[in-house]
């Protein structure tokens, strides 16, 4: 397991963690690497970065939106994978999560997708499209968990418990909870559902549990808080901001600012 994480969550402040996601080198590496400084400094815990793909199953129209802009740009892993060692030469607190899809590591390959992350900063990988049957994803964690590294396990509404207790027997770092069915940005989450599903979770395992899907504002993160969980996950809310305020020169500013009404509640 990464110790950066666990350092993190073991820390008793922020009470629950606000682990954020961003499109890496959207809408520029630039821009992304100034919208990622102003998210640190105004208190993400955990960076998920998301390398880019054209098959991104899992994302609704807001991120999928942002991935084409990234690959239309002529953008690739490597390119994140610099964004990464610039963000941990900036701080060296923050979680940082590669997140994305299985092709893009075994293209790369795995073996050098790991040592090249772990020499950027990272602290653990989540494959959206990997399940634990899968021949690579076994590659991948036994690569990761030799560098001290974490691999992210996603657990659905739709997980039935035979299932969980696999997923969390292998998880590290700390457990995406989702908390609704279906592509990112779309639904919202119910309090009662997601403190429901923590509780089932917690019946099996005590690693961190982070929610995520379905929250779109500071007062949907301070409900799901109240869940049970050790830390909420924005993403689309997040991106949708950076794309509706793309012309703004003061974007980073603007956007930190939105970033700290969030942290605010979670306090």
């Known amino acids: 397991m990464s110790e950066r994480l666990d350092k993190i969550f073991k820390s008793p402040t922020p009470k629950t963690k606000l682990v954020s996601y961003f499109v890496g080198c959207y809408p520029t590496p630039e821009i ?11 208190g993400v815990s955990i960076l998920e970065i998301g390398y880019c793909t054209s098959e991104a199953s899992a994302e609704g129209p807001i991120i ?5 802009h990234v690959l239309n740009n002529g953008h690739n892993l490597n390119d994140i994978i610099k964004l990464v060692k610039d963000i941990r030469d900036y701080n060296q607190d923050v979680g940082i999560v590669l997140m994305g899809y299985i092709a893009n590591l075994y293209k790369y390959p795995i073996s050098n997708f790991v040592d090249d992350i772990k020499v950027a900063g990272a602290d653990a990988v989540l494959v959206v499209d990997a399940p634990h049957e899968l021949k690579e994803e076994n590659q991948l964690r036994e690569a990761l968990n030799k560098n001290g590294l974490s691999l992210i396990k996603l657990a659905a509404p739709t997980t039935d418990d035979n299932r969980l207790k696999d997923i969390v027997n292998i998880a590290s770092g700390f457990l995406y909870q989702v908390n609704v069915s279906g592509v990112t940005g779309v639904k919202s989450a119910s309090e009662t559902d997601v403190a429901n599903f923590v509780k089932r979770i917690r019946n099996l395992t005590d690693i961190p549990i982070c929610s ?12 799901m808080a109240n869940s049970g969980c050790n830390g909420v996950i924005v993403g689309s809310a997040f991106v949708k901001y950076i794309q509706d305020n793309i012309k ?20």
């Open 32 to 42: 992304s690497l100034e919208l990622i400084k102003q998210a640190i400094d105004n």
């Open 64 to 68: 999928k939106a942002a991935h084409d």
């Open 212 to 223: 995520g899907f379905g929250i779109k504002s500071p007062e949907d993160a301070k409900k």
């Open 248 to 267: 703004n020169k003061n974007l980073p500013q603007s956007l930190g600012n939105l970033v700290k009404n969030f942290t605010e509640e979670l306090n």
